[in-house]
Nanobody
Framework: VQLQASGGGLVQPGGSLRLSCKAS????????MGWYRQAPGMQRELVARIDSDRQTTYTDSVKGRFTISRDNVKRTVSLQMNSLMPEDTAVYYC?????????WGRGTQVTVSS
């Protein structure tokens, strides 16, 4: 399974970004897909995930601001991030769990700063 993430960048507080992750080499539609993030000096944490039935889970700090979605035809998972705050600054990683195995994409940097 290969995961290619894109969409990071620099944005001002209150702004929006959309991350996208393209998966290949996988059935995809049965996978649990997620986004994690890691800030400097911090542990990697789950941001949001979506299962094959499109049930979603969010960490408390992003509820109401971030939305995860998936397109099983295009084999993509996206993270729409609104009302961004400086504490959202981190490297964001796409994650897939397929048949009990975990896969990671390369991270994409999100920086929220004025």
């Amino acid at each position: 399974v290969q995961l290619q993430a894109s969409g990071g960048g620099l944005v001002q507080p209150g702004g929006s970004l959309r991350l996208s992750c393209k998966a290949s080499g996988t059935i995809f539609r049965t996978n649990l897909m997620g986004w994690y993030r890691q800030a400097p000096g911090m542990q990697r944490e789950l941001v949001a995930r979506i299962d094959s039935d499109r049930q979603t889970t969010y960490t408390d700090s992003v509820k109401g601001r971030f939305t995860i979605s998936r397109d099983n035809v295009k084999r993509t998972v996206s993270l729409q991030m609104n009302s961004l705050m400086p504490e959202d600054t981190a490297v964001y990683y796409c994650n897939a769990i397929e048949r009990g195995r975990q896969f990671w994409g390369r991270g994409t940097q999100v920086t929220v700063s004025s």
